[in-house]
């Protein structure tokens, strides 16, 4: 699976929008682009998917660069619980998913 | 949707001895993972089951390791001779694996917490 590179920590304030970064230059065509995040003591739990069309869901917005080889997760109005390592995962042809290190979001009251 | 199951949610064990940990995913998913997760890490892969066959094992379990789905509804991963390293979380996952795959989310537990003193 191709590798992405995430800031290992960004900061928030509650109730502003937070845009965590993904880069993942080596993409291939066939690769979707995930987001997963992990909450203290929990599993990781999905957020959101794109391939090529910015998406939109309940949670978040995952904005994806014409040439695929960066893409933003877009989180509109942080809140505390919105703390949590968010993981970027390219979901290849495999299935599984192969995590990073993942950014650790802090917000802040 | 019960969500997936694991048990037990913490294990101590002393070096040397196997544990063995379970996962119920839920019911209509076909495909099961276990993952392992240690401080500061993201979670590592380690296998995934469709249905009742184990399709793909990752070089980070040794032979030491074993896992069965063998109705193709609950898993059991078991670790013999447990080493200090071993210490970690397990966590498993399940997602429907048939058709556009791609798209179906992974939902996993909240994970086996093993301590291997």
């Known amino acids: 699976d191709a590798k992405t590179t995430q800031p290992n920590s960004m900061e928030s304030n509650e109730e502003e929008p937070v845009h965590l970064p993904c880069n993942h230059s080596t993409i291939s065509g066939t690769d979707y682009i995930h987001w997963y995040r992990q909450l203290p003591s929990q599993g990781p739990e999905y957020v959101i998917h794109?391939?090529?069309s910015n998406v939109n869901n309940r949670m978040a917005s995952l904005a994806i660069a014409e040439d695929r080889k960066s893409s933003t997760l877009i989180l509109h109005r942080a809140t505390l619980r919105d703390a949590a390592v968010y993981y970027c995962?390219?979901?290849?042809?495999?299935?599984?998913?192969?995590f990073g290190k993942g950014t650790k979001l802090s917000v802040k009251p | 949707d019960t969500g997936v199951s694991q048990d037990p949610r913490h294990k101590i064990t002393k070096r040397g001895q196997n544990v063995t940990f379970r996962c119920d995913p839920i019911s209509e998913h076909n495909r099961l993972y276990w993952y392992r997760q240690t401080l500061g890490q993201g979670p590592e892969f380690l296998t995934y089951?469709?249905?009742?066959?184990?399709?793909?094992k990752s070089r980070l379990l040794s032979d030491r390791f074993s896992a069965e789905r063998p109705k193709g509804s609950f898993s059991t991963l078991e670790i013999q001779r447990t080493e200090q390293g071993d210490s970690a979380m397990y966590l498993c996952?399940?997602?429907?694996?048939?058709?556009?795959?791609?798209?179906?989310?992974?939902?996993f537990g909240n994970g086996t917490r093993l301590t291997v003193t």
């Open positions: 089951f469709q249905n009742e066959a184990q399709l793909e």
């Open positions: 996952a399940s997602s429907r694996g048939w058709g556009d795959h791609y798209n179906s989310p992974l939902h």
């Open positions: 794109g391939l090529t």
């Open positions: 995962i390219l979901r290849g042809s495999q299935g599984n998913l192969i």
